[in-house]
T-cell receptor
Framework: DTEVTQTPKHLVMGMTNKKSLKCEQH?????MYWYKQKAKKPPELMFV???????INESVPSRFSPECPNSSLLNLHLHALQPEDSALYLC???????????FGPGTRLLVL | AQSVTQPDIHITVSEGASLELRCNYS??????LFWYVQSPGQGLQLLLK??????LVQGIKGFEAEFKRSQSSFNLRKPSVHWSDAAEYFC????????????FGTGTKLQVIP
């Protein structure tokens, strides 16, 4: 089973709202990733968690706050977003940092 | 820094025709190389990967890719395209030696005509 699940599939939020994106995998992977993908662009890495610790933050604004409560779950907390943050947010996981990344279906976020 | 170039933004092929999508990478050491496919509004699905060994790699859905170190290329091929292959294809390079960062190319959109 190489499934990564993400909820919700779609999210619409105002600039003053607080919301969270959720990602889950049950493959025993120890590295998890958040990517942002704008239309007609490749995914851009935002954060990497390795063994439940944040190991990479690609200079992402603080209005995005990742959290890894356990080895199977990864959250992305959103607060005071801007319309330009509207995008497809992809989660991925890998066995460890060296292995192939498996992607979830994404959450399509629209900020009004 | 590593980088990936996919020179073709958009490719149109007839159903049943052969396909080759080009990918060139820039990386100092031996790279990890990947091809992913993305249908509209969906996540990325891994087609195949190259870490080491045989330079001709077989993947899912009848795709294959060949690693050519002398040309810094990792082109994706399929002998006979199906209408369901229409999607965006991303080539990606990962740093070898245990690091997690993967860099994606800008993608090639494949259109299949009957």
């Amino acid at each position: 089973d190489t499934e990564v699940t993400q909820t919700p599939k779609h999210l619409v939020m105002g600039m003053t709202n607080k919301k969270s994106l959720k990602c889950e995998q049950h493959m025993g992977h120890r590295a998890m990733y958040w990517y942002k993908q704008k239309a007609k662009k490749p995914p851009e890495l935002m954060f990497v968690y390795s063994y439940e610790k944040l190991s990479i933050n690609e200079s992402v604004p603080s209005r995005f706050s990742p959290e890894c409560p356990n080895s199977s779950l990864l959250n992305l907390h959103l607060h005071a977003l801007q319309p330009e943050d509207s995008a497809l947010y992809l989660c991925a996981s890998s066995q460890d940092g060296t292995e192939t990344q498996y992607f979830g279906p994404g959450t399509r976020l629209l900020v009004l | 820094a590593q980088s990936v170039t996919q020179p073709d933004i958009h490719i149109t092929v007839s159903e049943g025709a052969s396909l080759e999508l080009r990918c060139n990478y820039s990386y100092g050491a031996t790279p990890y190389l990947f091809w992913y496919v993305q249908s509209p509004g969906q996540g990325l699905q891994l087609l195949l990967k190259y870490f080491s060994g045989d330079t001709l790699v077989q993947g899912i859905k009848g795709f294959e890719a060949e690693f050519k170190r002398s040309q810094s290329s990792f082109n994706l091929r399929k002998p006979s395209v199906h209408w369901s292959d229409a999607a965006e294809y991303f080539c990606a390079v990962g740093e070898s030696g245990g690091y997690q960062k993967v860099t994606f190319g800008t993608g090639t959109k494949l259109q299949v005509i009957p």
